[in-house]
C-alpha cells in the first residue's frame, strides 16, 4: 500500500452493498471513506467534498450512474470514477464508457481487487473485471470497425496476446493457446506496452478497448 491516503466516495442504493464497501474500505490503511449516498442527486449535493476516486452503482433511481457519471466529471474532473455493476445492462455499460468511467468491476470482485482497483484507478491505471472487459470489447466491435493496424502500431500476434489478455486469460494460459513460450509472451507483452504508452496489463486492455483497437 501507498503511505497515501486516498479518498474514496460510493454511490450505491443497496444499503447492505453501500454501507459493506464503506466499512471494508474505511477499514484500511491508506483509504478513506469520506461520504456515501443512495443517488445521484445525494452526490451531487456532496461534491463540495469531492474525493479522489468515486464508485459508482451503473443503475441507480432517478439519474442512472450511466449518465451521472459524465455530470460528476463535468463539476470534478479530476475525480476518477469507476462503476460498479451486476452487468445486466450492456447498453449503460457503453454508455459510462462514452460518459468517461475509468473502470468497471462486478460487485462480487473480492476485497483485495476492489481496493488494488481503486489505486489503479488513482493512480491513472483503468481497472476492469475480465467480465465487463469481454462485454465491452463485443459492444465496441458491434459499433465500429477496429483501426487499421497503422494506427496502433500493434503486430497481428500482438493483436492476439492483447485480446486474450482482455478476455481474462493469464499468461501460461494465453502461451497453451497461441503454442509459444512464456518468454516469447512476456516479449510481446512489453512490446505492447511501449506501443500503448502504457505500464500495466489493466492500462493495455482499457486503452485498447476505448481505441477500438481489439
Known amino acids: 500500500m501507498s503511505a497515501e491516503t486516498i479518498r474514496v466516495a460510493i454511490v450505491e442504493d443497496d444499503t447492505a452493498t453501500r ?12 483509504f478513506e471513506c469520506i461520504w456515501h449516498c443512495a443517488s445521484v442527486e445525494d452526490a451531487l449535493d456532496r461534491l463540495a467534498d469531492s474525493p479522489e476516486v468515486l464508485l459508482l452503482d451503473i443503475g441507480l433511481p432517478g439519474i442512472p450512474g450511466s449518465e451521472g457519471v459524465r455530470i460528476f466529471r463535468d463539476r470534478s474532473p479530476n475525480m476518477q470514477v469507476v462503476m460498479l455493476t451486476v452487468f445486466d445492462d450492456a447498453d449503460r455499460v457503453f454508455q459510462s464508457i462514452c460518459n468517461g468511467a475509468c473502470g468497471y468491476l462486478l460487485k462480487k470482485t473480492a476485497p483485495k481487487e476492489l481496493l488494488e482497483a481503486i489505486q489503479q484507478a488513482h493512480h491513472g491505471g483503468a481497472p476492469m473485471t475480465p467480465e465487463i472487459a469481454r462485454k465491452v470489447i463485443t459492444l465496441f466491435r458491434q459499433t465500429a470497425p477496429p483501426p487499421r493496424k497503422a494506427e496502433h502500431g500493434l503486430s497481428s500476434r500482438e493483436l492476439e496476446v492483447l485480446t486474450l489478455l ?40 482499457s486503452k485498447a478497448i476505448r481505441r477500438r483497437i481489439i
Not at 21 to 29: F, H, K, R, V, W
Not at 176 to 190: D, K, M, S
Open 19 to 30: 454501507h459493506g464497501l464503506a466499512s471494508l474500505i474505511g477499514g484500511e490503511p491508506g
Open 166 to 205: 482482455a478476455e481474462g486469460y493469464g499468461y501460461v494460459n494465453i502461451a497453451a493457446r497461441l503454442e509459444i513460450t512464456i518468454n516469447t509472451i512476456r516479449n510481446h507483452i512489453r512490446s505492447i506496452y511501449e506501443k500503448l504508452h502504457v505500464n500495466t496489463s489493466s492500462e493495455a486492455v
